[in-house]
């Protein structure tokens, strides 16, 4: 069981951004997640999904179509010899003042109690600004996956990542870098 964790966005981050995508088959890795991910497991890091699906609130969609979605994304993801280590879904609109809706952090606090990490020892990876709040609410580092140059121009003050990169292959670089500034600085070099 690994030690330490990613936790990512799925939407934009993992996987195409498609409104409110309850078709399994509208599933569609973003080119270079895969390889990131490797990376990332490589790296010994866990990988837990966080997603905020108000589609079911809302009731444009089911949770057994969430979970068909994501029944797909764990094929797609066997199918590059990869596998997440759980999925967290909020399934409540911005109305109901949810503990868990990003970037609320009650769906960080539920994953660290059930797989015993530190989340301020985590890494936050998302394109939105939600995500970002969230990494910085329980204190993890954090990393914004922008498609484009005018999307980082456009983020706001206090969603400002620890570092931007435009995929997970570079995001994975990131987590490299940053593994050895923590070790580094906590064996006092
Ligand atoms: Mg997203
Ligand atoms: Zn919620």
Not at 59 to 70: I, K, L, P, R, S
Not at 147 to 165: F, M, P, Y
Request: charged share 25%; with cysteine; proline share 5%.
């Amino acid at each position: 069981m690994p030690s330490r964790f990613v936790l990512l966005d799925r939407d934009g981050t993992l996987i195409v951004k498609r409104p409110y995508l309850c078709d399994p088959r509208a599933v569609e890795l973003l080119p270079r997640a895969a390889e990131g991910l490797r990376a990332m497991r490589r790296l010994g890091w866990g990988l837990i999904v966080a997603t905020n699906q108000s589609g079911i609130g809302r009731g444009f969609f089911t949770w057994e179509q969430a979970a068909a979605v994501h029944a797909r994304l764990r094929e797609l993801l066997n199918a590059e010899g990869l596998f997440l280590d759980d999925i967290f879904l909020c399934p409540h609109t911005p109305e109901e003042q949810c503990r868990c809706r990003k970037p609320a952090p009650g769906m960080v606090y539920d994953a660290a109690a059930a797989w015993g990490f530190d989340p301020r020892a985590s890494i936050v990876i998302g394109d939105a600004a939600c995500d970002v709040r969230l990494g910085r609410a329980v204190g993890a580092f954090t990393i914004r996956t922008v498609q484009t140059a005018s999307a980082v121009a456009h983020g706001l003050e206090d969603a400002v990542a620890d570092e931007t990169v435009r995929d997970l292959v570079e995001a994975a670089a990131v987590v490299e870098r940053h593994m050895r500034c923590v070790e580094q600085s906590s064996s006092g070099r």
